[in-house]
């Protein structure tokens, strides 16, 4: 079974960055859609960005447009989500998901089957 596992996140001042990985300690996930998504207490975990098997077919949440990069490694069964110019109101806890189908779809499509632990990113003003 895919169990994805995520590392890399960490406090960082406001414009800092992070880089966020993703691999999946089980079945790979190579032929499968992932996504990243975060929640913060008290609201409803959102996604963030998404990308397809092969890696096209990326799509970004609006609020992180210009500022976030999905991107994978198949070789390596690895999911990236680098993030630059980072604010204040990214601080969450970022979880890796990977959907049961090779194509990402739109955004809000769900279908996300696996989820990792999740790892926290704190984004300090």
């Known amino acids: 079974q895919v169990q994805p596992v995520e590392s890399g996140g960490g406090l960082v001042q406001t414009g800092g960055s992070l880089r966020l990985s993703c691999a999946s300690s089980?079945?790979?996930?190579?032929?499968?859609?992932v996504g990243w998504f975060r929640q913060v207490p008290g609201k409803a975990r959102e996604p963030v960005a998404i990308?397809?098997?092969?890696?096209?077919?990326?799509r970004y949440a609006d609020s992180v447009l210009g500022r976030f990069t999905i991107s994978r490694d198949n070789a390596k069964n690895t999911v990236y989500l680098q993030m630059d110019n980072l604010k204040h109101e990214d601080t969450a806890v970022y979880y890796c998901?990977?959907?049961?189908?090779?194509?990402?779809?739109?955004?809000?499509?769900?279908?996300?089957?696996?989820w990792g632990q999740g790892t926290q990113v704190t984004v300090s003003s």
């Open positions: 998901s990977a959907r049961g189908v090779p194509y990402a779809g739109r955004l809000n499509d769900g279908g996300y089957r696996y």
């Open positions: 990308i397809g098997w092969n890696g096209n077919g990326t």
């Open positions: 089980g079945e790979p996930f190579n032929n499968y859609a």
